[in-house]
């Protein structure tokens, strides 16, 4: 090979297009402040919940001299003596059996409510599902003295007179949630599982809810968490007995009884949060995904 010739290292560098300098990123204020602003919201919501909780490890002597530093040292009697006690899981047996009855019936009717709204064009469509979403407008607040007297008028009383009302304001959000969900399924799907000779029954169950999980799992954690912070309702109808009491309204109870333990009432409300927190913590992300896929609809 003759000297003269360029080599293929000289040849790539001449057809290369010259490169760019590398620019530095400009500092941008905004993104600091965004952080900043959410470490602020994040401090605002869990101050009160650490708070509450490091209150429970302390003495009646220690919160009063040192209220916003830690335990020293840490007390485990206060959780010690609720966690020990019948009555406190006896109420959150009751508010588990009330949130799961809940969480069934709105995610089944909810769904059963959205399918024909959703796939099917009938006369008079949009003004059942305006009837479903004025349900929004009318809250539980407002209802609930004519609910209580209507339920007594009924014989129904007790837990299963707090599943049925929370099952009915729950179905507006459902409806909502789910009709668009719904209606991004394919039509091609249901077609040719009725070639196929599937009724619409067999269609529903075995084909459209196992495509609608993700929409029903959002709604149902939306359901449980709704039902499990519930306390007006549960407040004209299971007054009385303690042990029929859901775990909300025992926490009240538990505060007159005890109004000069402060450590001890922190400990119980802290106890009586750690359920739902966990159980909507562990389903976030599938919110989140049903959430999306109903937006997408």
């Known amino acids: ?46 101050g009160p919940i ?13 919160l009063a001299e040192n209220p916003t530093g830690f335990p020293d040292p840490f007390q485990w009697q206060n959780y010690w003596s609720i ?9 959150l047996l009751n508010s588990t059996l009330v949130a799961l009855a809940t969480t069934l019936g709105v995610v089944l009717l909810g769904t059963m409510a959205a399918y024909p709204l959703a796939r099917y064009k009938f006369r008079g469509r ?5 009837i479903f979403t004025t349900g929004l407008m009318f809250p539980l607040t407002v209802a609930v003295l004519p609910l209580y007297l209507l339920l007594r008028d009924m014989g129904i009383s007790g837990l299963a007179g707090l599943v049925i009302p929370q099952i009915a ?16 399924l394919p039509m091609e ?20 809810l196992p495509l ?42 538990f505060q007159g009884q005890h109004s000069s333990a402060t450590t001890m009432i922190m400990a119980y409300t802290s106890l009586a949060m750690v359920p739902a927190l ?17 937006v997408k609809g």
């Open 278 to 294: 966990v159980f909507f913590l562990f389903m976030e992300r599938r919110i989140v995904d049903g959430l999306t896929g109903a």
């Open 126 to 130: 949009e003004f059942f599902f305006v």
């Open 50 to 62: 650490l708070y509450l909780v490091l209150g429970g490890f302390k003495t009646q002597g220690d």
């Open 189 to 208: 799907l249901e077609e040719a599982a009725f070639m196929d000779g599937v009724s619409r029954i067999g269609f529903f169950w075995r084909m459209l």
């Open 1 to 46: 090979m003759s000297s003269s010739q360029p080599s293929v290292v000289e040849q790539m560098s001449a057809t290369a297009p010259p490169m760019r300098p590398v620019r530095k990123r400009s500092f941008d204020r905004s993104v600091y402040l965004s952080v900043g602003l959410a470490l602020v919201g994040v401090a605002l919501t869990l």
């Open 83 to 91: 966690l020990s006690a019948p009555l406190f899981w006896r109420q």
């Open 169 to 184: 304001f729950g179905l507006p959000v459902t409806i909502i949630i789910l009709r668009p969900f719904l209606k991004a």
């Open 212 to 253: 609608a999980k993700p929409g029903m799992v959002t709604v149902g954690v939306l359901a449980f968490i709704g039902s499990w912070n519930a306390y007006l309702l549960p407040l004209l109808l299971l007054t009385g007995d303690p042990t029929g009491m859901t775990l909300p309204l025992g926490v009240t109870t």
